[in-house]
């Protein structure tokens, strides 16, 4: 295969799923990952493609955060199923993390009017810890750090300290995109790291998407979706997402 042929192929495949890994083009190449990393490094000096940490998304890609103002009533009747769901995986007396997005505003709201009480609850959130301010039997910690104004949450090294000198039982992670290849991603980078920390300080780590975050992709990959014990979604993903994650064995809870 010509130098040419491969990168048209890199570019085919960024059209059909918007992220790849450096291992996967490695393999539907039949080159070394260090010729692959040349390949993609020329391309995105074309403007072709973005190169990301293990690997690329697509040039046309969303980047953009929303707000949190714009996203607490994107499909918000399916983020609050997902939240329910979520809810019945908790149990009394279990520390939980609570990261930062609008599905677990939703499960924060769940927690302080639910039964299931003697909780820890820690979050880089400052909106889910003014949600919990009249439920004075939960033990909250709010994990500090540098602010991001639009979604009102902390991140940088102070976050991540935090974080890393906790333990949880559970952590529940938001991201903006989900790609199966690329896994859940966000666009800021100190963003995915409190997450990354998040998933690492708990003993088991849950993905909660609506249905409409799948088939694209951020910035920055979280983590890869073998680090999470399940993923959260609605009945509207479609049977292909659905067969793909079946297939790579990752369980899907849908609501």
């Known amino acids: 295969m010509l130098n040419i042929e491969r990168k048209n192929l890199i570019l085919e495949m960024l059209r059909a799923k918007q992220a790849v890994t450096v291992a996967e083009l490695g393999v539907a190449l039949g080159v070394s990952v260090v010729t692959v990393r040349k390949m993609l490094i020329?391309?995105?000096r074309q403007g072709l493609l973005r190169r990301t940490r293990g690997g690329a998304v697509s040039a046309a890609?969303?980047?953009r955060e929303l707000a949190l103002?714009?996203?607490l009533n994107e499909a918000r009747k399916e983020k609050q199923a997902i939240a329910a769901r979520a809810y019945d995986l908790v149990e009394d007396q279990e520390s939980l993390y609570l990261d930062a997005g609008s599905t677990t505003l939703e499960l924060a709201r769940l927690i302080r009017k639910g039964p299931k009480r003697k909780l820890t609850l820690a979050t880089n959130a400052i909106n889910l810890v003014t949600e919990l301010l009249d439920a004075p039997d939960l033990r909250v910690v709010l994990t500090g750090g540098e602010l991001r104004h639009s979604v009102v949450s902390c991140i940088g090294p102070?976050?991540?300290a935090a974080?890393?000198?906790l333990h949880f039982d559970k952590a529940f992670i938001a991201a903006n995109h989900v790609s199966l290849s690329f896994g859940p991603s966000t666009p800021v980078p100190a963003e995915a790291q409190v997450k990354r920390s998040a998933i690492e300080a708990a003993s088991a780590a849950y993905l909660l998407c609506d249905s409409s975050k799948f088939g694209g992709a951020s910035l920055v990959r979280i983590a890869p979706l073998s680090?999470?014990?399940a993923v959260i979604s609605d009945s509207g993903l479609d049977e292909g997402h659905r067969h793909e994650l079946a297939r790579a064995g990752i369980p899907?809870?849908?609501v």
């Open 69 to 71: 103002t714009d996203k």
């Open 252 to 254: 899907l809870l849908l």
């Open 42 to 44: 020329a391309l995105e």
């Open 227 to 229: 680090a999470f014990a």
């Open 163 to 165: 974080i890393r000198g």
């Open 61 to 63: 890609m969303p980047f």
């Open 158 to 160: 102070l976050a991540e």
